[in-house]
């Protein structure tokens, strides 16, 4: 997660140093939408999860957790979504960040409470534990699907006369919700691994973009926040059992994307316009 952090840093010092500058001329962006296409690599922070279900309660501390290897045409890690610039520098986004959330197999993490339910995993426990797969497997892999709303903020740091090439810095965060389509088997029971809207997060953000003929947008981007899940979805319908968790992350993430107006802005560009 450090090399993401520190990305991170760069871009929001890079603009804010930006914003401190004199402004450079922008094009109107004052009622454009945007759309937007990328993927995204995620880090983790370890996570203490809890466990309630009919014959089971107890706690796993500090597990890890990583996202999938890259394997683009197998196992998409998709980011899309639309955005509304309501000021030239200012934009509210809608996104969908389809992550992948999978526990490390084989860790050995500190385990307390009982587990009722027979078999080789049944007793008290107070020490640690080996997370093998007959005991547990915890993934959200279909995926994370972190839902927000965002607010950004752009700082021109270079613009063309004519404004059909433009390098931009971006800072915003927003909340969001959790769907995550979970696939977990905890104790052989029957596994979910259904859409079940599971708890929330929020993240602060920053960026650089790349605008080529007013309309094409290049982005490289990266969140840091939080996400808090208490009510996951661990088997089928009928059958009583859920885990809760919370972690740090870190995601980049790399799109394209387009702008159109809403605003007939015919000749506006060869006026004065604001600044940012």
């Given at each position: 997660?450090?090399?993401?952090?520190?990305?991170?840093?760069?871009?929001?010092?890079?603009?804010?140093?930006?914003?401190?500058?004199?402004?450079?001329?922008?094009?109107?962006?004052?009622?454009?939408?945007?759309?937007?296409?990328?993927?995204?690599?995620?880090?983790?922070?370890?996570?203490?999860?809890?466990?309630k279900g009919i014959d089971y309660d107890?706690?796993?501390?500090?597990?890890?957790?990583?996202?999938?290897?890259?394997?683009?045409?197998?196992?998409?890690?998709?980011?899309?979504?639309?955005?509304?610039?309501?000021?030239?520098?200012?934009?509210?986004?809608?996104?969908?960040?389809?992550?992948?959330?999978?526990?490390?197999?084989?860790?050995?993490?500190?385990?307390?409470?009982?587990?009722?339910?027979?078999?080789?995993?049944?007793?008290?426990?107070?020490?640690?534990?080996?997370?093998?797969?007959?005991?547990?497997?915890?993934?959200?892999?279909?995926?994370?699907?972190?839902?927000?709303?965002?607010?950004?903020?752009?700082?021109?740091?270079?613009?063309?006369?004519?404004?059909?090439?433009?390098?931009?810095?971006?800072?915003?965060?927003?909340?969001?919700?959790?769907?995550?389509?979970?696939?977990?088997?905890?104790?052989?029971?029957?596994?979910?691994?259904?859409?079940?809207?599971?708890?929330?997060?929020?993240?602060?953000?920053?960026?650089?973009?790349?605008?080529?003929?007013?309309?094409?947008?290049?982005?490289?981007?990266?969140?840091?926040?939080?996400?808090?899940?208490?009510?996951?979805?661990?088997?089928?319908?009928?059958?009583?059992?859920?885990?809760?968790?919370?972690?740090?992350?870190?995601?980049?993430?790399?799109?394209?994307?387009?702008?159109?107006?809403?605003?007939?802005?015919?000749?506006?560009?060869?006026?004065?316009?604001?600044?940012?």
């Open positions: 997660m450090r090399s993401i952090l520190y990305i991170s840093v760069l871009l929001f010092l890079s603009g804010t140093t930006s914003a401190q500058k004199k402004p450079v001329q922008s094009n109107h962006r004052k009622g454009q939408v945007y759309t937007f296409w990328g993927w995204n690599a995620a880090e983790y922070g370890k996570s203490d999860m809890h466990f107890f706690s796993l501390y500090n597990v890890k957790a990583q996202d999938l290897p890259r394997r683009p045409l197998r196992e998409p890690q998709n980011n899309y979504g639309i955005g509304y610039f309501f000021k030239d520098n200012m934009a509210i986004i809608f996104s969908f960040d389809h992550m992948k959330y999978v526990m490390e197999q084989n860790q050995t993490v500190h385990m307390k409470g009982t587990i009722a339910r027979n078999g080789p995993h049944k007793g008290e426990y107070d020490g640690e534990k080996v997370l093998t797969a007959d005991f547990l497997t915890f993934d959200h892999t279909d995926g994370l699907n972190y839902i927000t709303l965002e607010f950004e903020k752009y700082h021109s740091w270079y613009a063309t006369k004519n404004k059909k090439f433009m390098v931009s810095g971006m800072w915003g965060g927003g909340v969001g919700i959790l769907n995550p389509r979970t696939d977990a088997v905890l104790l052989n029971y029957p596994r979910s691994n259904r859409y079940h809207i599971s708890g929330y997060g929020f993240a602060a953000k920053a960026a650089a973009e790349i605008t080529v003929l007013k309309f094409i947008t290049g982005k490289i981007e990266n969140k840091f926040g939080y996400i808090n899940m208490p009510d996951v979805a661990m088997h089928e319908k009928d059958i009583e059992g859920q885990a809760k968790h919370a972690f740090f992350f870190s995601e980049m993430v790399w799109s394209i994307g387009f702008n159109f107006s809403l605003i007939n802005r015919k000749n506006q560009d060869n006026k004065s316009g604001n600044n940012y």
